[in-house]
């Protein structure tokens, strides 16, 4: 079975432009979470998106946005990108249990943003 | 708010040695889920174990083994025989409550683990 897939792997922009990152959940994962990791840190929540709707965001300005799919896939904006918005952005996508807990988050392989 | 802590910061181990990685987490819900993640130098994170805070048994798994002690807030992971594929950072995280499919984790800052040859 397929894994959790993002995209781009890698990007470099620059400082102002916008970035779209996109991630592909494990098939039939409802839940989708983003997490910002800078270098020599531990990942930072960013959103997490269940059934299209936002159940909750981290502490990010709003230049940040996301939205999740139909498909359960999810996109990650970021506008008037700033040096410090360079990281790995993680996606990781779960299930729910019949009692609505959350599972074990899988995360793919990440996107790295460089912002020059 | 849930704070998790990993004072290790850098372990460096001989192939065959057992090694422990410390986790010490704060929070102020009763149900809670405690995580180890590993990540490669290839980046991607993979899920270990989970834990409950109703359940403080500890397990073993494999050479992996755990020790969950809710008196004092601490979630240690053992790599029992480590290995060089062992090597990366290690993530202890924190998930509160958990359920309305709201269950953000909070990670500590890793563990880098060195197993040399």
């Known amino acids: 079975d397929a894994g959790v897939t993002q995209s781009p792997t890698h990007l470099i922009k620059t400082r102002g432009q916008h970035v779209t990152l996109r991630c592909s959940p494990i098939s039939g994962h409802k839940s989708v979470s983003w997490y910002q990791q800078v270098l020599g840190q531990g990942p930072q929540f960013i959103f997490q998106?269940?059934?299209?709707?936002?159940?909750g965001r981290g502490n990010f300005p709003d230049r940040f946005s996301a939205r999740q799919f139909p498909n359960y896939s999810s996109e990650l904006n970021v506008n008037a990108l700033l040096l410090g918005d360079s990281a790995l952005y993680l996606c990781a996508s779960s299930t729910l249990s019949r009692s609505g807990y959350n599972y074990e988050q899988y995360f793919g392989p990440g996107t790295r943003l460089t912002v020059t | 708010a849930q704070k998790v802590t990993q004072a290790q910061t850098e372990i460096s181990v001989v192939e065959k040695e057992d090694v422990t990685l410390d986790c010490v987490y704060e929070t102020r819900d009763t149900t809670y889920y405690l995580f180890w993640y590993k990540q490669p130098p290839s980046g991607e994170l993979v899920f270990l174990i989970r834990r409950n805070s109703f359940d403080e048994q500890n397990e073993i798994s494999g050479r992996y083994s755990w020790n969950f002690q809710k008196s004092t807030s601490s979630f240690n992971f053992t790599i029992t025989a480590s290995q060089v594929v062992d090597s990366a950072v290690y993530f202890c995280?924190?998930?509160?409550?958990?359920?309305?499919?709201?269950?953000?984790?909070?990670f500590g800052k890793g563990i880098t683990l060195s197993v040399r040859p």
């Open positions: 998106y269940y059934e299209k709707e936002e159940r």
């Open positions: 995280a924190l998930s509160e409550g958990g359920t309305g499919a709201n269950s953000k984790l909070t």
